[in-house]
T-cell receptor, first 116, second 110 residues
Framework: GAVVSQHPSWVICKSGTSVKIECRSLDFQATTMFWYRQFPKQSLMLMATSNEGSKATYEQGVEKDKFLINHASLTLSTLTVTSAHPEDSSFYIC????????????FGQGTRLTVV | GIQVEQSPPDLILQEGANSTLRCNFSDSVNNLQWFHQNPWGQLINLFYIPSGTKQNGRLSATTVATERYSLLYISSSQTTDSGVYFCAYDRGSTLGRLYFGRGTQLTVWP
């Protein structure tokens, strides 16, 4: 299967600061990547679709100015949580598929964000 | 949107027991996947199974697309099987963009 790597695994930041999370495809080129958020004891919720070379597409209810997504290369997408607040504390996880014609998605390790 | 119902929400087993997890959909879905989320949060791919039956060791899965459900079978449970099991689907418009069920929390006791 395809390998997706996410960094950092965990981060603690102060309220009001910004945090950047990286998602890399290690053995394939990813024109599209996806970002999800998971609160404790809940399911994964799709936040946005990251498109290489163009703007991200956000799901309804997700603030694009709060969660900035950049997909500047075929192997890297970044999610920046801007002006983080305690309610942004969550588990963020990215995914991608290795081939355009096959939809099997592979996930990074996830990033646990705690805002204090 | 399409409603996804996973059952049971919680399952407690003794080591060695067998179990069946189910995913029902309110409409036709594409590209169904089953995942196991371990205690560290990592999502492990179990099956990519839009239709038909697949087996991998003690695990197997069946998707009956025409009847809008998928089943995950776990035989001879081990404590390492504990965790949350999710089914997820995409809507076909963007491959790999997944929508998840609520999951089944499985606990296997020694």
């Amino acid at each position: 299967g395809a390998v997706v790597s996410q960094h950092p695994s965990w981060v603690i930041c102060k309220s009001g600061t910004s945090v950047k999370i990286e998602c890399r495809s290690l053995d394939f080129q990813a024109t599209t990547m996806f970002w999800y958020r998971q609160f404790p004891k809940q399911s994964l919720m799709l936040m946005a679709t990251s498109n290489e070379g163009s703007k991200a597409t956000y799901e309804q209810g997700v603030e694009k100015d709060k969660f900035l997504i950049n997909h500047a290369s075929l192997t890297l997408s970044t999610l920046t949580v801007t002006s983080a607040h305690p309610e942004d504390s969550s588990f963020y996880i990215c995914s991608s598929s290795s081939r355009e014609d096959k939809a099997e998605a592979f996930f990074g390790q996830g990033t646990r964000l705690t805002v204090v | 949107g399409i409603q996804v119902e996973q059952s049971p929400p919680d399952l407690i087993l003794q080591e060695g027991a067998n179990s069946t997890l189910r995913c029902n959909f309110s409409d036709s879905v594409n590209n169904l996947q089953w995942f196991h989320q371990n205690p560290w949060g990592q999502l492990i791919n179990l099956f990519y199974i839009p239709s038909g039956t697949k087996q991998n060791g003690r695990l197997s899965a069946t998707t009956v697309a025409t009847e809008r459900y998928s089943l995950l079978y776990i035989s001879s449970s081990q404590t390492t099987d504990s965790g949350v099991y999710f089914c997820a689907y995409d809507r076909g418009s963007t491959l790999g963009r997944l929508y998840f069920g609520r999951g089944t929390q499985l606990t296997v006791w020694p």
